[in-house]
């Protein structure tokens, strides 16, 4: 093993590891469960609202989405066993982002010692990714598990090539490709690293590739293309992406070990130290991977979107494999307890702050403040999780609900162009008709707007609401002020504004 501030600790060697792998342990039970209650997002209620479906149903309502359905079926299963809480539809994510940690592990090991794997595992688990993907009910906790295995797998199947090697990296591939579209972005990741670390594995791994794509292509690829030819605008929402958006992504990757590369780079010699365990050979296939994974991607994007940070889950593995040899050369073991310490303390500080407008929020104050026959105004995607704390609460509150534009609600699961120049002359018939409804109500009757997601656009609506009436019987609205947040809670509104006709 190359020397590193480990090996000259007075600590014996063989303890420091299981002492930072209990903190390790402790740090990511607690990171996965800390958000395990809180309030659910509209992609979260439409992952809900899909696996509630009977079975038939449920394949069916699949087939015209463009996600794969191996993890609805999980989900479905989960949810049948233990309700549907938010902690019960969080279960399955959670599990897999422990898996997770494990597996890397796992995978780290088959390039590093026991320290050097145990740190990248750490900074996989502290991950801002990792930690957000065991609190959505969505499939990236598990794409990234299954990314990690197939990886592991293929590993192996280089070093000691064989038949159940390869068998059971196809098998990987099989679940992956039907947990998320992204796992062909691995797919190519590891294909570049096999060209590259292993050229004459390659037409086998080819092969077994091939092999792994075949249930994908015969089974969901019609539907995928069918579902992509009628919701055009499915993925409008995705822009291409920029330097903000890049650096974002690299922030969700690294997390907390931003703050220790410094020491990395003041170290750097340690790096190209060579030793009988030095590591490097990780270092080799995490980056291509990474390269292979990742930038093909972004320049697809500039033409098709479809990058997009929460989607990078799949490379996070191998951002760890790369940073946690780094500092396990640079650092040692210690920086791995450092990570997961620093990582749970950000993480108890941002649950000391109340919930801000977040669906249960929003039910909360409209419940409040809202009375029957009165109009409730969403923007953008902030409907589904707040209907889904009131449909919980008040079934029957006889509210007039509706999203503006009110395009979103017949596709809740993406926003399209809202605001394209296009479209802005409906917009505007919209909000005047909206309005004139409103003045037409009685005395009394209230209007609550969620807004802050597409200012210009909601922009015409406050227009419309606070011109003066035109009309004899119609009287002028008065705005009055319901709630704000200081910050949003999912990016789906920051304000509750009210109009009152008088």
Known sequence: MPSHPASDS???????????????????ILLGLINANVSLKADDVGSLHA?????PDLIGNLSKDVH??????????????????????????????WLGGAAMYRLARRFLPPAGAIQAAAVFLTAPLAVLSAELVRMYSMTGLLGILAATTLVDFVRRPGWRGMAAFTGWTVLGTFTHIWFFCLLAGLGLAVLLRAPA?????ALGMAAGLVPYALFWLPMLWRQLELSSEAMAWLPAPDLDMLTQTVLLWLGVSVLLLPWVIW??????????????EAAAWALWILVGCILPAIAVSFYKPFFYPRFTLVAIPFVALLVGWALW????????????????????????????????????QLLEHARPGDFVIFTGLSRPAARHYLDRTRPGRNWQEQTFPAEIDTHPGYEGRVGAPARLPGLRREAAALADRLRQSPPGTQLFFLEGRFPDVEAILKQALSA???????????PFPVAACPADGGGYFHTISGWRVP
């Open 10 to 28: 007075a600590t014996p060697p063989e303890v420091v590891p299981r002492a930072v792998t209990g903190l390790v342990v402790a740090g990511a």
């Open 51 to 55: 696996v509630l479906a009977p079975w």
């Open 68 to 97: 794969p359905p191996l993890y609805f079926f999980f989900l479905k299963a989960f949810v049948s066993a233990l309700g549907d809480g938010e902690w019960a539809l969080r279960v399955f994510s959670i599990v897999c982002y």
């Open 201 to 205: 594995l390659l037409w086998r791994v």
């Open 267 to 280: 170290r750097w010699r340690r790096l190209s130290a060579k030793g009988p365990e030095d590591g490097r």
């Open 329 to 364: 050369r640079t650092a040692g073991v210690q920086s791995a307890g450092a990570l997961v310490i620093l990582a749970c303390l950000m993480a108890l500080g941002l649950r000391a702050y109340p919930e801000n407008c977040t669906g249960r929020v929003a039910a909360r």
């Open 468 to 478: 003066p009436a035109s009309g004899a019987t119609a009287a002028s609205l008065q």
